[in-house]
């Protein structure tokens, strides 16, 4: 069954580092996502990706983070200058179209620790 | 107005017993609902769905309740499993857009 992988499982960094978390969407869908989930909180919608830009973005998508789809398969998150609060568990999910075709798929995460 | 509210924060169930767990939301532009399964490790995965013009949906042992006038869904999972102990979250999204709105989650333990 095809699967939204990312990487790294999990990271840990210095305050003020950049850190780029990757994905790979699942190959024949076209919307691609980025979620957090701050441990034992709720799951929190950052941005969403459709033909190579940004179609949606939440509050928590400051300036500090970008998005990229560098080539045909990847789909990368970056964070510019880590914060102790973007400690977090963060979700790439991708899905084929919108509506009734927009079921998500979520991979597996990528922690992320900021000390 | 965005925000979907979920209850209760964790349930403990017998095995063989109806887990239930319950989501009210603001925005009327919602008309998409699903609920999401959750196990240690692992990202969510789509458990059920349900849009507003049906009252209730029911996938083997999961059923969604649906009432659009009070704003509330609800899983009820029958004959619960310990292998059904996760965490599930009920979300919402505006059919024009992609974004979900996830409820708190609720911690399920599956006593056996």
């Known amino acids: 069954e095809p699967e939204v992988t990312q990487t790294p499982s999990h990271q840990v960094t210095q305050m003020g580092q950049e850190v780029i978390l990757r994905c790979v969407p699942i190959s024949n869908h076209l919307y691609f996502y980025w979620y957090r989930q701050i441990l034992g909180q709720k799951v929190e919608f950052l941005v969403s990706?459709?033909?190579?830009?940004?179609?949606?973005k939440s509050e928590i998508f400051d300036d500090q983070f970008s998005v990229e789809r560098p080539d045909g398969s990847n789909f990368t998150l970056k964070i510019r200058s880590t914060k102790l609060e973007d400690s977090a568990m963060y979700f790439c999910?991708?899905?084929?179209?919108?509506?009734?075709?927009?079921?998500?798929?979520f991979g597996e995460g990528s922690r992320l620790t900021v000390l | 107005q965005q925000q979907v509210k979920q209850s209760p924060q964790s349930l403990i169930v017998q095995k063989g017993g109806i887990s239930i767990i319950n989501c009210a939301y603001e925005?009327?532009?919602?008309?998409?609902f699903p609920w999401y399964q959750q196990f240690p490790g692992k990202g969510p995965a789509l458990l059920i769905a349900?849009?507003?013009?049906?009252s209730e949906k029911k996938e083997g042992r999961f059923t969604i309740s649906f009432n659009k006038s009070a704003k509330q869904f609800s899983l009820h999972i029958m004959d619960s499993q310990p292998g059904d102990s996760a965490t599930y979250f009920c979300a919402a999204r505006k059919n024009a857009g992609n974004m979900l709105t996830f409820g708190g989650g609720t911690r399920l333990m599956v006593k056996p």
């Open positions: 925005n009327t532009a919602f008309d998409y």
């Open positions: 999910a991708s899905s084929y179209g919108t509506g009734d075709t927009g079921e998500l798929f």
């Open positions: 990706f459709y033909n190579n830009e940004i179609s949606e």
């Open positions: 349900i849009r507003p013009d049906v």
